[in-house]
């Protein structure tokens, strides 16, 4: 009787799958962790709408009303600063196809932004930011569902369609109330689901929560 000997291609063609096999849970792991990303611009935009609502609608004091005002540029700029970190940092560990689709959605949404407010600007002359607000909500709300389409997560594909009614029901709105509207549409479809996708990328997060709470009570 001959022994049996392993067939080199046979073996190969097993370390091949396996290194597919890892080089997928490195790429989930990194999209995963870059959820990140949505819970800082997720806060940075809610609060920053959040706080312009709440400067017209209550009164008060002189100082409390320069520290909200300084949030509308402070906060996108802390949280422009932290993407170029986070994504210089990643990139030198790794970079996945499905990380650099996201990064060219969000610069085309951003140059997207840019053009909608020279051409409205071309065609009324002025700067309407009660006809500007829903625009570019509903800008966000596309770029929000085709990169819940690229994560393939149903979470941020229904963020992203909320955030388009929201949308619609702001522009019946005057301009500070579009701006709580505003706040909300970015709990709802950035900052929940941002917490979901970051906490995933720790390992067992959810099952110590769960014997944590089942402690408690």
């Known amino acids: 009787m001959e022994p049996i000997q392993s067939d080199p291609e046979q073996l190969d063609e097993k370390q091949s ?3 597919i096999r890892e080089m997928i849970q490195v790429s ?7 959820g990140i990303l949505l819970i800082v611009w997720g ?9 312009s609502w709440l400067v017209e609608n209550l009164f008060l004091p002189n100082r409390v009303i320069f520290l909200m ?3 509308d540029p402070v906060l996108p700029i802390l949280a422009f600063g932290f993407t170029v970190w986070h994504v210089f940092v990643q990139r030198k560990r790794v970079t996945t196809y499905v990380g650099q689709s996201l990064q060219y ?5 951003f140059f997207s932004l840019v053009l909608t407010n020279l051409i409205l600007f071309q065609v009324l002359d002025k700067v ?13 709300a596309f770029a929000v569902v ?3 389409v690229i994560l393939r997560y149903k979470l941020i594909i229904a963020g992203g369609a909320i955030f388009g009614i929201l949308a619609f029901v702001a522009s019946l709105l005057e301009l500070t109330d579009q701006m709580l509207l505003h706040a ?6 950035i900052i929940i689901p941002g917490h979901i996708l970051y906490f995933k990328s720790k390992p067992g997060f959810f099952s110590k929560l769960k014997r944590k709470i089942q402690h408690v009570f």
């Open 17 to 19: 799958f396996q290194v």
């Open 28 to 34: 989930q792991k990194k999209v995963q962790s870059d």
């Open 43 to 51: 806060y940075a935009m809610s609060l920053m709408h959040l706080s």
């Open 69 to 71: 005002k300084l949030a």
């Open 105 to 109: 959605v969000w610069i085309a949404w």
């Open 128 to 140: 309407n930011f009660t006809i500007q607000h829903p625009l570019f909500m509903v800008l966000i």
């Open 146 to 148: 085709v990169t819940g």
């Open 184 to 189: 909300i549409a970015w709990l709802i479809a």
